[in-house]
Structure formats: structure tokens, C-alpha cells
């Protein structure tokens, strides 16, 4: 007998079908000389530090670095695993041969390769390697078997990985536990959840130490349109410019010899009304007109992390319910293999997208455009270069059937993604117009789309909330050389913090180790030393809130007491630097490539972990971690509009902080003074803003989001 094992139950029913096996047995469906099992995910795991010396058991800082001379693996403890082990312990030790089904990536070839060793397998293996459960792809992945061997790397990465978190993550969080917790309390330590909280908690100091400062804005409104004042450059940011150049010097523009023209920004209100008086009277006059054509791409396929950010953004979906959307829409055939950080395609796949199209009936209005004539063929969509194991999450062209709402919307954003790639470049004409006043020069900018091309599939798409800018503006024709009155104004405006992390800009900083980057070319170059993998970063989100490290307010994520002061006492940066930890991540994905070594990263790794142990020792300072525990929590929200929760069999998300316990507690309005003494205190109006000083009030720094706050002083 041939035995197949598959890393679900639904998915051996999938392959029994396929290969004629009808019959159902306990564990196993037998027929046409197959037997297809299955696990349950991870049926083993690596041995708890008791198990390799009795001394390890109980906690005591005398007892680190704990570092087993030969990692072993166990069975979960659990009556079911254990049940169906050796059901497939039974069948394997009697098979003559063992075809691998397990997920085509490196933790469905950990999970399957730890089952196969503990049941003693000793026959020859064969791997099924397919990115859709689609009949057709079942079929042609058995048809093209691959031998085991070609996966030892991927086996070998997926076990670095494994015993490198198992390594830090046991030492460094009974480290940190006795060393600085208190009450009974676990200092959780991970390899990437670690470096992951370090990037939120840097970014919420960053606000919190953020001093707003007041500047003024001039333009003015010449024919109904309003130009702003060109304002030059300040130091600082040429040299923000320069350094950003440095790191990506493929980003370097040409720059021009008047690029930083304009008047120095107006930082106090008596120069801004000087200069506005100064041109108030004198006509306008435009002095230049340009307007050049271009061309837009249609946005990237999706690959794991981008699809993500975009239900993150779209939807209010965290990291981890769009993985179990997508999972739940690749096991009902309708997508491909979700766990991908490409979004490019092979060319493998270009002959068979007139059909996948054809199978999106529901998109005909999209799709019959495209019926009947070559496809085009884009090499930012087709590149063999770009695709290894995997290609970006396409439709499989299966006609979707019983979707839930919300696997509706993430099959709709993929389906969108994959047709409008076919489609012809936007058209557009871009249009600047510069005028002046008395020396002072402004400037307007307006876009207008020529031709949609692939924009026509997103036409239903609402812009994003604070994207609308002058340029989707079309502006009236002007000529150069033409003059008149005109109307100016000052604007008083405020710096404004950097924003706090969403999920979704939090997937993008840790797909780039920390380097928010929007240009899709750089963040592919990022990607490599991205922290985590895609398919383990909704995790890594997931622990954080767990452990109670972060909560979320609205769409934010804020680190809690317990997260920021866990944050300040590790001086270790190899804890929780993202960058540093990328690189970490950089040698897995080249173990997996073969140009690095398992057995110099474990190496380093050791070494890496005595040092830690050896520095958190040393230090007296008897420091203590704030606990924060359920009690000031409030139960997550339930769906809104009775949409249901995705089908989940992990445990779900621990209930977070709500508005109220997120918010530093806020002075009533009555109570404040009037004095410098409530700058930088919690807006008692909003909750959200502080408190900042006009020229003649006290105000909210979320002013310009609406907030009312205003108490005036005494000049």
C-alpha cells in the first residue's frame, strides 16, 4: 500500500477522491491501493526542558543557559493525537511507499517530516508539491512526484527555526521572569514577538515625547482654484533626502537646480500676515503651465502580508482572521496557496489564465473584455525570478460556492487583483501650474485620467480616508502669461505626531524590519530581511495582545505598562532589534536556499543565548515589570452587522483594554488652569489629543479631526 498523509482531514478527502480511495476507516481512507491519512496539524513538538534533565523542571536562574546537547520531539499530550499517531505509526511502518502531503511550505514539511521520523517510517518517500486543491492540481501534483530529498533544506530551516525559538524563547523568558517579574508573573520572550513590541512601543514613545509646533500656511484663490505657496526645504529634511538616497541609491532623482525654491515655512503668524498684506493688493500672474502624460500599472497580485494590510485597511480584519478567511477559501478551492511573500506569477501559469478567467462567471462585466485575444503579458506580474516555492495568491477559476459575507469581500479583493493585471495601463495627464504675487511664487497641481484602463474594475472603490488630494483635481485651462486679483488666506496649522501602528502598517514594519517603505520595488529588497514569515506574523500579533504586551484602541495598537517597561529594561538589541533580527531571519530563508549552514546559525544562536544570559545576570539594578493582567480589560467587541467569526479551532484573542483604560485620564474642563502647566495633558474634551497653545487658546492637537477644545488665556 501507498500511504498518503495530509496535514487536514479535509484535505486527505480531497486527495482520496481523487485517487479512487472510497472506503473510510478509522483515521485513514483506503481504495485503489492508497491509504490517505491525516494529522491535525502538529502532532508532535520539540521536548520541554525536563524532559532532556530533571533539573530543568523547576525555574531558577542558577540552571541557564539551558542547551540540550541533541534536540528531541515528543507528542502533544493530548488523547486524540495520540490516537490518530499511531494510526498513521501503524500504516506507515507497513507501507512501501509514503507520499508527503503536507502543506507545500516549510511548516507542513517540519510537521509531516517530525510524524514520519517518531513512526519509525523507514520506506521510500515521495513529496506532493501543489499550490491549489483543485482536482486539476491534485492530479498534476501526482503525476509530477517529487523525491524527498529535493526538500531537505526546506526540512532543515523549518528546524533551525524551530530549536532557535525554542532556545531564546525558554532561556530568555525564564531569564526575564526571575530576574525582573513579580506575582507569579511570566515574562514572555520570543525571537520575533520581542523585536515586534520594541518597534510599537519606540513608535508610542515617540509620539508620546512629539512637540507640536505651530506654522502658518499661505495660499491663495485665483479663478475659484486654490495654489499654495511654494515654501524652500529646510535643512533638515535635504539631509532626511540625503540619507535616504544613501540607503537606496536606485531611488535617486535627478535634481534640478531651482528644486528648493520658495519662501523659508512661516513659523510665526506676524510674518505670515506680513507677506500676506505684501501681495494682497498685487495681481496674480501665472508663469508657468506644464502638463505631461503617464502611465499608472495595475496594483501587484496579492501575496500574503499585502493581502493583510489591505483587509486590515479596507475591512477593520486583524492579521490573523484574514489568514483563516484566505486558509478557509484555498481548502474550498477557490484560491491558491495562501502562506506566499511573492506577488509575482511563474510563466508556467500565463496559459492557463484564459481559463481561470473564464471561471469567474461572476466577473463576466470584467472579464469578456479579455475573451478572445492574447492576454497581456506584463514582466511585473510574469517572473520566474521572482517565484520560488510559490506563486502570489490567484482564483483558482472553481465558481465559489456557500462563501460566508466576509470570505465574499477578501475573494473579491483577489479575484479584482488577478483581472485587472490583464487590463491596459491607466492614462493620465498631470498638470502644474505655477503663478506668482509680488515675487512670492504658487503652485497648483491637477490629475486628469485620459484613459481608466484597469481603474474600471476598482471603479466601486471609495478613496481612502485622508487620500484625496489637489491632484485627482481637474483645474481649469490657465495661460501662461495671463494675470488678476485674487484672494489670499493664512492658515494656522500644527506638526503632527507620527501615527501609532495598525495591523496593517505593523505587517509592512515587520516585513521590512522596521523601514516603512512604499515603493513596491524596495520593499521586495526589504523582504529578505523581513521579521517572522508571512504565515507566522498574525500569530506573533496575537501573542502580544495574549500576553497582555498590547491592546488596541479603534484601529491602533498600544502597548501597555507591562509591554513598555519590558521594552526599557532589555539592553540586549539581539532581543529586540528588528533589524538585527532580520538578518537572523535573512540566514533561515538561506538555509533553506543552501548557501548557509544549519549548523553554524544553531552555533551562533548558542553563543547568542549564553551572552544574553550572562548580560541579564550581571545586572543589580532590581528592577520590577509593571503586571498587567485581565481585570482592567474589557471583552473584545462582537462582529458588527451579524457577521459571523471565521471558523477557528485555535484559541481565540484574549479581550483587550478598552477606550477608557487606553487613555491617560483626562482633566475636566472646568478644572484646568490657565497656564502652560496643562500643555501636553490628555485633551478632556476628545480623550484622545493634547493639549497644545495658540496665540491666543489652549487647544487640542486633534483640532483639525474636529475636536471643539478651546480655553482662552489671558495675552
Same mark, same amino acid.
Given at each position: ?48 526542558p ?7 523542571k523547576?525555574w ?19 488523547s ?37 521520523q ?22 498534476d501534483?501526482f ?14 530551516a ?10 531564546l ?5 525564564? /531569564? ?7 506575582? $507569579?508573573? #511570566?515574562?514572555s520572550?520570543? @525571537? *520575533?514577538? =520581542?523585536?515586534? %513590541? ?6 508610542q ?56 525654491r ?7 503668524e ?12 498685487v495681481?496674480?500672474?501665472?508663469t ?19 493581502l493583510?494590510v ?12 484574514t /489568514? ?7 481548502? $474550498?478551492? #477557490?484560491?491558491?496557496?495562501? @502562506? *506566499?511573500? =511573492?506577488?509575482? %506569477?511563474?510563466?508556467d501559469?500565463?496559459p492557463?489564465?484564459?481559463k ?17 485575444k ?20 490567484i ?10 459575507d ?9 479575484a ?24 512670492i ?36 485651462a490657465f495661460? $501662461? ?9 493664512l492658515?494656522e ?10 495591523e ?28 517572522g ?21 479603534r ?45 553554524t ?6 553563543q ?19 503586571v ?17 467569526e ?15 483604560a ?12 490657565a ?6 495633558k ?29 480655553k482662552?488665556?489671558?495675552?
Amino acid at each position: 500500500m501507498i500511504v498518503c498523509i495530509a496535514e487536514k482531514p479535509s484535505v486527505a478527502r480531497d486527495i482520496a477522491d481523487v485517487l479512487g480511495a472510497k472506503k473510510r476507516k478509522e483515521g485513514y481512507i483506503e481504495g485503489n491501493g492508497y491509504q490517505v491519512t491525516w494529522t491535525f496539524g502538529h502532532l508532535c513538538t520539540l521536548k520541554e526542558p525536563h524532559e532532556y534533565t530533571p533539573s530543568w523542571k523547576s525555574w531558577s536562574l542558577s540552571s541557564l543557559p539551558m542547551i540540550p546537547p541533541r534536540f528531541g520531539i515528543k507528542l502533544i499530550n493530548d488523547s486524540g493525537i495520540e490516537k490518530q499517531f499511531h494510526i498513521i505509526e501503524k500504516l506507515m511502518q507497513e507501507a512501501e511507499m509514503i507520499i508527503n502531503c503536507g502543506d507545500a511550505g516549510q511548516e507542513g514539511e517540519l510537521i509531516q517530516r517530525w510524524v514520519m521520523q517518531k513512526a519509525g517510517a523507514k520506506c521510500p518517500v515521495k513529496r506532493l508539491w501543489i499550490s491549489s486543491l483543485t482536482e486539476e492540481a491534485i492530479r498534476d501534483g501526482f503525476a509530477n512526484l517529487k523525491d524527498q530529498a529535493e526538500f531537505q533544506p526546506l526540512y532543515e530551516a523549518g528546524l533551525s527555526r524551530a530549536i532557535g525559538d525554542w532556545t531564546l524563547g525558554m532561556n530568555a523568558t525564564r /531569564l526575564y521572569t526571575l530576574k525582573y517579574g513579580q506575582n $507569579k508573573q #511570566v515574562l514572555s520572550i520570543g @525571537r *520575533v514577538q =520581542t523585536p515586534t %513590541l520594541a518597534l510599537i512601543v519606540k513608535r508610542q514613545q515617540e509620539i508620546e515625547h512629539f512637540v507640536p509646533k505651530q506654522y502658518w500656511e499661505l495660499k491663495t484663490v485665483y479663478r475659484d482654484t486654490v495654489f499654495s505657496a511654494i515654501v524652500r526645504k529646510s535643512d533638515e529634511e535635504l539631509a532626511e533626502e540625503a540619507e535616504k538616497e544613501k540607503e537606496n541609491p536606485s531611488s535617486k532623482k535627478k535634481i534640478q537646480p531651482d528644486a528648493n525654491r520658495g519662501i523659508p515655512q512661516i513659523t510665526d503668524e506676524q510674518t505670515g500676515k506680513e507677506l500676506l498684506e505684501r501681495i494682497r493688493n498685487v495681481d496674480f500672474t501665472v508663469t508657468e503651465v506644464s502638463s505631461k502624460k503617464g502611465t499608472e500599472a495595475p496594483p501587484r497580485l496579492f501575496d500574503l502580508t499585502s493581502l493583510q494590510v489591505e483587509c486590515n485597511k479596507k475591512f477593520s480584519y486583524s492579521a490573523d482572521m484574514t /489568514l483563516q478567511l484566505i486558509q478557509s477559501l484555498y481548502e $474550498k478551492k #477557490v484560491a491558491t496557496y495562501p @502562506r *506566499v511573500d =511573492t506577488t509575482f %506569477l511563474s510563466d508556467d501559469i500565463y496559459p492557463k489564465c484564459p481559463k481561470i478567467l473564464e471561471g469567474l462567471k461572476d466577473y463576466a462585466v470584467y472579464t469578456t473584455a479579455l475573451s478572445g485575444k492574447p492576454l497581456i503579458k506584463s514582466k511585473k506580474v510574469f517572473d520566474n525570478s521572482k517565484v520560488t516555492d510559490h506563486h502570489a495568491i490567484i482564483p483558482t477559476g472553481v465558481q465559489p460556492q456557500g462563501l460566508s459575507d466576509m470570505e465574499k469581500r477578501v475573494f473579491d479583493l483577489i479575484a479584482r487583483r488577478f483581472i485587472a493585471v490583464f487590463y491596459p495601463d491607466c492614462k493620465f495627464s498631470t498638470t502644474t501650474v505655477i503663478g506668482e504675487a509680488d515675487r512670492i511664487e504658487f503652485k497648483v497641481t491637477g490629475k486628469q485620467i485620459l484613459e481608466p484602463g484597469w481603474r474600471v474594475i476598482f471603479a466601486k472603490d471609495v478613496p481612502e480616508e485622508g487620500k484625496e488630494n489637489e491632484e485627482e483635481s481637474v483645474l481649469p485651462a490657465f495661460n $501662461k502669461g495671463e494675470s488678476g486679483p485674487h484672494n489670499p488666506i493664512l492658515n494656522e496649522k500644527w506638526t503632527q505626531p507620527p501615527r501609532p501602528y495598525t495591523e496593517a502598517t505593523l505587517l509592512r514594519a515587520m516585513e521590512t524590519a522596521g523601514k516603512l517603505v512604499d515603493n513596491d520595488e524596495l520593499r521586495d529588497a526589504l523582504k529578505e530581511n523581513g521579521i517572522g514569515r508571512p504565515s507566522t506574523r498574525a500569530a506573533i500579533i496575537e501573542t502580544l495582545f495574549k500576553r497582555h504586551y498590547i491592546r488596541k484602541e479603534r484601529k491602533n495598537l498600544i502597548a501597555t505598562p507591562t509591554g513598555v517597561e519590558l521594552i526599557q529594561l532589555i539592553h540586549e538589541e539581539l532581543l529586540k532589534s528588528a533589524e538585527l533580527t532580520g538578518i537572523w531571519e535573512k540566514k533561515l530563508r538561506e538555509i533553506e536556499r543552501k548557501s548557509y549552514d544549519a549548523g553554524t546559525f544553531l552555533a551562533e544562536l548558542k553563543q547568542m543565548v549564553t551572552e544574553i544570559v550572562y548580560s541579564v545576570l550581571r545586572d543589580n539594578s532590581n528592577r520590577r515589570v509593571t503586571v498587567t493582567t485581565d481585570d482592567p480589560l474589557k471583552k473584545a467587541a462582537a462582529p458588527k452587522n451579524g457577521e459571523e467569526e471565521p471558523k477557528k479551532k485555535a484559541a481565540p484573542r484574549k479581550p483587550r483594554a478598552s477606550k477608557k483604560a487606553a487613555t491617560p485620564e483626562a482633566p475636566k474642563e472646568d478644572n484646568l488652569p490657565a497656564d502652560d502647566s496643562i500643555l501636553g495633558k490628555a485633551c478632556p474634551v476628545c480623550g484622545t489629543g493634547i493639549i497644545i497653545k495658540g496665540k491666543t487658546a489652549y487647544g487640542c492637537s486633534q483640532w483639525k479631526n474636529g475636536c471643539k477644545f478651546r480655553k482662552p488665556f489671558k495675552a
